[in-house]
């Protein structure tokens, strides 16, 4: 398949599935989503980032998946992604909201390599690359507004980790796979325990039966 086309079709393909979430795209963000794939998919070749390595499903269950937070961002303007490892969820929430001032953290050396070198790639602005992991960093000097991750399985550690960046005023959004209600009662528990509430549950299925995916979003008492 002629590389023009095969383009062709992994935009329509964005375009189509990031508007089933909600979240439509312009041109130019579309443009930088393919950059990010091409450094992606090149950069895979020699180091694991990704055992996804189709372009389709690279589209769906990392770009599309990584933006389906964005329709409740609302008025966020810094994000911090924890565990960030080949930059999701957040460079492609910065690709879409890019007044956001974006930090993503990872304990991986080569993840950090692979990051600083997506950014340059995509002419991002306002994006901080860190290395180590968040509890070892300094704090910022603003509270963010939003705390996200897509990198933690189970939501105890998550919360352990984070409880003490979560100012009033911001959200931790955690990006967890398929629940069900008895969970979501442990969800309060050990919300409560890091007095944290459990604000919003958000059960979602990624377009063409990609996978489910839940968003659960916390607050300070």
């Given at each position: 398949m002629p590389a023009r086309v095969e383009k062709e079709g992994?935009?329509?393909?964005?375009h189509e599935t990031s508007r089933e979430i909600g979240v439509r795209l312009s041109g130019r963000q579309a443009e930088l989503f393919w950059l990010y794939l091409q450094v992606l998919l090149e950069w895979n070749k020699t180091f694991p980032l990704t055992s996804v390595t189709d372009p389709a499903d690279i589209v769906i269950k990392h770009f599309v998946d990584s933006l389906s937070p964005l329709p409740y961002l609302g008025a966020s303007t810094s994000l911090l992604d924890i565990g960030s490892g080949a930059g999701f969820p957040g460079i492609p929430l910065k690709i879409a909201a890019p007044d956001l001032r974006l930090?993503?953290?990872?304990?991986n050396r080569k993840k950090i390599s692979f990051l600083k070198q997506v950014v340059r790639t995509?002419?991002?602005r306002?994006?901080?690359?860190?290395?180590g992991r968040i509890e070892d960093l300094p704090p910022p000097e603003e509270p963010y507004t939003t705390i996200i991750s897509r990198a933690f399985r189970r939501l105890e550690p998550l919360l352990e980790m984070v409880s003490p960046l979560i100012?009033?005023?911001?959200?931790l959004i955690a990006m967890l796979g398929p629940t069900r209600a008895p969970e979501h009662r442990l969800f309060r528990e050990l919300a409560s325990a890091h007095g944290l509430k459990l604000s919003q549950i958000v059960p979602l299925e990624l377009p063409r039966g990609r996978g489910g995916r839940?968003?659960?979003?916390?607050r300070r008492g």
């Open positions: 992994v935009l329509a393909l964005l930090s993503l953290v990872d304990a995509l002419e991002l306002e994006v901080a690359v860190r290395h100012a009033p005023g911001c959200t839940t968003l659960a979003f916390f």
